[in-house]
C-alpha cells in the first residue's frame, strides 16, 4: 500500500471553479507536509507548505486533518494556467526520505 | 541563485554505454536525492544522501552507483545502460523535514 495516495484524476474543471483535492497518509508519526505543482515533462515545484492550522496563499488553501490523516488543497477561481499535476508529500517519523504521492492532474477549460 | 544544477539536459545512449549525471547545489542543504519519472509514473527514490560521506539506496538502486562529492555535488552513475533506463531524471536537495528543490531534469534515452 502507497504511504501517500491521491485521486490521479483528471478533475476537469471550467474556469472559474473551485475544486478540491485530497490526500491521505498512513504514517502518523508524518510532521511536514507539502503540495508541488508538477507541469508537464518538468520539475516539481513547491506550492505551499501545509500547517496544522491551515494556511492560505491566494486563491490555494491547504489544511490538514491530523485525526484522520489526510491533508487537502483547495483552489479557488481556477485559472487556465492552474492546469497541472498536484503532488503531495509527507516527511517526518525520522526519516530522511520524504514520500509523495503519484499526482492529482488538474486540467481546467474555458 | 541556481538553486539546483542539473547536467546534462538531454542525453541518448546505447545499450551498455556509461554515463554520469551531474548535480549540484548553492542553497547549503545537507541533503540530496536522486528521482526518476517515467510516463504516468510518480517519482521513484533511487538514491539519496543524508549528509555528506553517506549515502542510501531508496526504491529502485538496481543498475546505479552514486557519488556524494562534497555538500554541493551529488552523481549519479550508469555503469551499463538499459533500454528499461530510459526516463527523466530529478535530483533534489534539501534540509531535513523542509521543501525539496529540484533540478529542472535529465531526459535520458537509451536505444
Known amino acids: 500500500r502507497k504511504e501517500v495516495e491521491q485521486d490521479p484524476g483528471p478533475f476537469n474543471v471550467p474556469e472559474g471553479a473551485t475544486v478540491a483535492f485530497n490526500c491521505t497518509y498512513s504514517?502518523?508519526?508524518?510532521?511536514?507536509f507539502f503540495w508541488y505543482r508538477q507541469d508537464c515533462r518538468k520539475e516539481p515545484k513547491l506550492l505551499m507548505s501545509?500547517?496544522?492550522s491551515g494556511n492560505e496563499d491566494g486563491r490555494f488553501t491547504a489544511q490538514l486533518n491530523r485525526a484522520s490523516q489526510y491533508i487537502s488543497l483547495l483552489i479557488r477561481d481556477s485559472k487556465l494556467s492552474d492546469s497541472a499535476t498536484y503532488l503531495c508529500?509527507?516527511?517526518?517519523?525520522?526519516?530522511?526520505?520524504?514520500?509523495f504521492g503519484r499526482g492529482t492532474s488538474l486540467i481546467v477549460h474555458p | 541563485n541556481a538553486g539546483v544544477t542539473q547536467t546534462p539536459k538531454f542525453q541518448v545512449l546505447k545499450t551498455g554505454q556509461s554515463m554520469t549525471l551531474q548535480c549540484a547545489q548553492d542553497?547549503?542543504?545537507?541533503?540530496m536525492y536522486w528521482y526518476r519519472q517515467d510516463p504516468g509514473m510518480g517519482l521513484r527514490l533511487i538514491y539519496y544522501?543524508?549528509?555528506?560521506?553517506?549515502?542510501d539506496k531508496g526504491e529502485v538502486p538496481n543498475g546505479y552507483n552514486v557519488s556524494r562529492l562534497n555538500k554541493r555535488e551529488f552523481s549519479l552513475r550508469l555503469e551499463s545502460a538499459a533500454p528499461s533506463q530510459t526516463s527523466v531524471y530529478f535530483c533534489?536537495?534539501?534540509?531535513?523535514?523542509?521543501?525539496?528543490?529540484f533540478g529542472d531534469g535529465t531526459r535520458l534515452s537509451i536505444l
Open positions: 542553497m547549503n542543504h545537507n541533503s
Open positions: 508529500v509527507a516527511w517526518g517519523g525520522g526519516s530522511y526520505i520524504p514520500t
Open positions: 504514517n502518523s508519526a508524518s510532521q511536514s
Open positions: 501545509v500547517y496544522s
Open positions: 533534489a536537495s534539501s534540509d531535513n523535514n523542509q521543501p525539496q528543490h
Open positions: 544522501s543524508a549528509s555528506e560521506g553517506t549515502t
